[in-house]
């Protein structure tokens, strides 16, 4: 009792000085801050040691368990169990003389959780009862704070323990006597920087919890000192808690000027920045004059820099203007020398391959004739001696026709795709070929076209097919062609370049050509096997092709050319139905399309002035058949007269637009008829079929005639398959005409490459013979070339031995056979299958091909069968087998798949309704035909 009551008038003391604190165990973590605001205190220092930014100084603390080092030890900031400000005051001899006596045992106090991990050696301290919050000290006497007066709750006296309750975690209870202890001997001065509240200190955490029954007026007095220190600019304030809660207890909603500098512990630290209202008034005058500078400069700057901006625009208006007109000044120039590089790097190349194939001719014994190369010397032509035939062939299937006709493919890839049947130039052991895809190939896919190569006996071991697909299919407009994404593809060009570097030769086989081919072909530095795309575009046009036949002495039909307005249209039909009353139908065409989509017809015999000009006609020839009198010049004027007025009239109601899909009406095929021009051409009064000759002319100049196809139009002259061999046209006739027309091509316009020559065959009443019209020319590696290149392969297998493959890659059909060609059909109910699904169908319905009688059903995989289209070929001993088996074909996929419910509104010369419906009407025909024939001959 003596040691307790001692202890207790030791609080005569403001602080606890006598505490010893050894060094600390474990070294604290860096506090962390929680100010928020952008005038949150920062800790400078300085020279001389840790110093608070303000008035208050500090030392730095001296932890030793010398009592004689604590003195002049002062604790603030977070860390800080008390803030002493008076120091020099003595503790009480009576707390000295227990703790020289030893009566005191040591305690030991953790602060945890935010504070600073210190073991306090504290005599006794485990011996005071803790207090609980909110009551009052039993003993009034005892002075707790400031000037002796009882300020916080005083505590009853402590309950007597209960010996059967559980005991209580030791440290939780070591927080609570360190809380406890700073609720009770703590001064309770808290912190105020820069106008803002240090909230987060222990002081004021501990004044909090000592006070919090008078919470709210305190909070009205702690806002009150901000402001005031914020108005008077004091960097740091010490707050006396106890004065604050006097004032409290006063409940004035305003304070005095007296009042609020009372409650500063450190006001003579701080007197000088309390200035009176005279100097405040002027410091406010003063912050006035400087925001008013402020905004008056940054009114100038502003100024100034709206100035400059303007100065640097206007300079680099002038400087593009002058760079530009400039660049306009050496745009011809640099074109130029840019277009004549490009020229001679492809005059290069063409020399190039004009001296390699030179020397493989050279090398191989060859049986030509005086005209040039023929059929049979190609196929006889096995050579005797092995030369190095190796090179890469870098095969681009792309449609390089109008951007508004690749619009309107619904699958413009799978059309693209169709000369995957290019596959079997792999039959010449010495190709490795390159094969540009316009999508990725999948496996099973990949595994099709090695079953069908082994059907063909072809090896591709080592690996001698490399597809390859842009990697920018997928980001640009599915309606480009693949040359155009091949040009955008880098890394697709990187490995085409890997493989041609690795070879003595390469070259490119284009199926259209382009300007993105001719590019291609100049960035990897090799040749092309076609015309300039410049030469290949002018000659292909339909108009220029009528001057071309016609310099070579080949029919052509008679029409009108270079129309490319509605009035010369009008004149030209009033001219030629004039002088031909009895053509009964006018096919209108542009000059350019992909497959004959721009046909208008014109029915002639419709218009009502037509009966009535024949009678005429007749009576002015009279019985002798007098031609130039209806032919005389006053007869002809007045005849275009009446018809040209009758054209206007009628003109539209006479005619059929066969693709209303791409061309809406006939307005919009007079802008594209603008554009690109159109011809008038008369279609035959009897046809017997059309005709589509391949050709392949030798960079050296030699002509091989690879083949000849009858082709079958739908009612829109759109072609949809190919049969061939054609036996429309004897074989003499058809080498005559090819080395006519691609003798002048190759010394005129330098073409080499692939030929299609395109033809109508019809029955001449007056000479009664079949006679031949020449309509068109087209140049590339189209699809008929690879299904003639497959039927040779098939049923001549001596083609996969080395050097028995003609340099031009294209054996010559053979004629033992039939062969019939779809392209490409589509059905959108086959979108419902999978290919393995489909191909296993078909073979138990007995559509395969039949390797011992070498016919049957052959299936190009353009793309998988999901898309819903095929690439068929069907091989028969006569043509009318050939037929019935597409018609078998054809009809198996109908019947298992069901109808197209769009085929009678499709106008697509692929529907495969459609398709089947033509080809029985020509089953029909060739079947009464052939009736005829053997009743002729009986």
């Not at 505590?155 to 360190?178: F, G, M, V």
């Not at 020229?343 to 063409?350: A, D, K, L, M």
């Amino acid at each position: 009792m003596e040691s307790f009551e001692a202890l207790k008038n030791a609080d005569e003391v403001r602080g606890f000085p006598s505490i010893t604190m050894p060094a600390p165990i474990v070294k604290p973590p860096p506090a962390k801050s929680s100010l928020t605001r952008s005038k949150d205190i920062k800790t400078k220092r300085s020279d001389n040691g840790d110093e608070l930014p303000g008035l208050l100084k500090t030392g730095k603390t001296k932890l030793s368990s010398n009592r004689n080092d604590m003195k002049g030890n002062i604790f603030t900031g977070n860390e800080s169990a008390i803030i002493k400000l008076d120091v020099n005051q003595a503790p009480h001899p009576a707390y000295d003389n227990i703790r020289n006596n030893g009566t005191l045992t040591p305690a030991t106090v953790t602060a945890r959780k935010g504070m600073t991990q210190l073991e306090l050696s504290v005599p006794g301290l485990h011996s005071i009862p803790p207090t609980p919050s909110g009551q009052r000290r039993s003993d009034p006497a005892a002075p707790f704070g400031i000037g002796g007066t009882s300020v916080g709750p005083q505590n009853p006296p402590p309950p007597k323990a209960n010996p059967n309750a559980p005991k209580a975690d030791s440290a939780i209870e070591e927080l609570r006597n360190y809380l406890v202890l700073m609720d009770k001997y703590s001064l309770h001065n808290f912190l105020i920087y820069d106008g803002r509240t240090l909230k987060e200190t222990p002081e004021f955490q501990s004044f909090q919890r000592a006070f919090q029954y008078k919470w709210g007026a305190i909070t009205s007095i702690i806002f009150q000192l901000e402001e005031f220190l914020t108005q008077n600019e004091v960097k740091l304030a010490i707050i006396n808690g106890p004065q604050v809660y006097e004032l409290a207890k006063l409940n004035l909603p305003v304070l005095k000027k007296e009042d609020l500098q009372a409650c500063i512990a450190n006001y003579d630290q701080v007197e000088a920045s309390l200035e009176s209202t005279t100097d405040v008034t002027r410091k406010q005058m003063m912050k006035f004059v400087t925001r008013i500078q402020s905004l008056v400069r940054m009114f100038l700057a502003v100024r100034r820099f709206r100035r400059k901006k303007l100065e640097i625009k206007s300079a680099i208006v002038m400087q593009s203007g002058v760079r530009l007109f400039l660049q306009r000044v050496r745009y011809h120039v640099l074109l130029s020398k840019k277009i004549l590089s490009q020229e001679e790097e492809w005059t290069q190349q063409r020399v190039k391959l004009r001296e390699w194939w030179t020397r493989q001719q050279q090398m191989q014994p060859m049986e030509s004739s005086a005209m040039g190369m023929s059929t049979a010397s190609f196929n006889g032509s096995t050579g005797s001696v092995h030369s190095d035939r190796s090179r890469v062939v870098v095969m681009i299937p792309s449609m390089s026709t109008q951007q508004y006709l690749r619009l309107e493919y619904e699958s413009f890839g799978t059309f693209q795709n169709v000369s995957v049947n290019q596959l079997y130039m792999l039959a010449d052991p010495s190709i490795e070929l390159v094969y540009a895809s316009p999508f990725a190939l999948s496996h099973y896919q990949l595994a099709y076209h090695e079953k069908f190569m082994a059907l063909e006996s072809i090896s591709t071991l080592p690996k001698r097919f490399v597809p390859i697909f842009p990697e920018m299919v997928e980001k640009l407009p599915s309606h480009l062609s693949l040359a155009q994404m091949l040009w955008s593809s880098s890394s697709a060009m990187k490995k085409i370049r890997f493989h041609t570097r690795r070879a003595k030769q390469a070259m490119i086989i284009p199926r259209s050509l382009g300007w993105a081919e001719k590019r291609i072909a100049t960035f990897l530095n090799i040749p092309m096997l076609g015309p300039d795309p410049v030469v290949a575009e002018t000659i292909s046009s339909r108009s220029f092709l009528k001057t071309f036949f016609m310099e070579s002495s080949v029919n052509i039909p008679i029409g009108a050319h270079d129309i490319y307005s509605v009035e010369d249209l009008m004149v030209a039909l009033t001219r030629l139905i004039a002088s031909n009353l009895a053509v009964v139908r006018w096919v209108i065409r542009l000059n350019y399309d992909e497959n004959q989509e721009s046909c208008i017809i014109f029915d002639a015999e419709k218009l009502n002035l037509i009966v009535s000009l024949r009678g005429e006609q007749n009576e002015l020839m009279g019985e002798n058949e007098n031609l130039s009198a209806w032919y005389a010049r006053p007869i002809q004027l007045s005849v275009r007269r009446r018809l040209l007025n009758a054209l206007k009239k009628e003109f539209l109601q006479k005619i059929r637009l066969c693709r209303k899909d791409i061309y809406g009406s006939w307005d919009v095929y007079t802008k594209y008829m603008r554009n690109y021009g159109a011809v008038v051409e008369a279609e035959p009064i009897e046809s017997i079929g059309h005709l589509t000759i391949c050709c392949f002319i030798s960079p050296v100049g030699d002509l091989q005639v690879v083949g000849s196809a009858q082709r079958y139009l739908d009612e829109n002259n759109q072609p949809q398959y190919y049969t061939f061999p054609q036996t429309l046209l004897p074989e003499p006739a058809v080498r005559g005409l090819c080395q006519s027309l691609c003798g002048r091509l190759y010394q005129q316009y330098d073409v080499i490459g692939y030929v299609s020559l395109c033809g109508s065959i019809f029955w001449d009443g007056l000479e009664q013979q079949p006679r031949l019209w020449m309509t068109d020319i087209q140049f590339g590696c189209s699809p008929l070339f690879g299904a003639i290149g497959n039927a040779a392969v098939l049923l001549q297998p001596h083609l996969t031995a080395a050097n028995h493959m003609p340099l031009s890659l294209c054996p010559t059909a053979p004629t033992d056979r039939q062969f019939l060609y779809v392209p490409i059909v589509s059905h959108d109910p086959l979108k419902s299958t999978h290919d393995d699904t489909f191909f296993k169908l078909c073979r138990m319905r007995g559509i395969a091909y039949d390797q011992e009688n070498k016919q049957g059903t052959l299936f190009f995989l353009p793309d998988t069968v999901i898309t819903g289209s095929l690439s068929i070929m069907c091989i028969g001993r006569t043509r009318i087998k050939a037929l019935e088996l597409a018609i078998s074909t054809l009809g198996f996929v109908q019947k298992n798949y069901g109808m197209d419910r769009e085929s009678a509104d499709s106008r697509r010369y692929d529907n495969l309704s459609k398709m089947l419906v033509n080809m029985r009407k020509v089953m029909r025909s060739e079947g009464m035909q052939t009736l005829v024939a053997n009743a002729s001959t009986m």
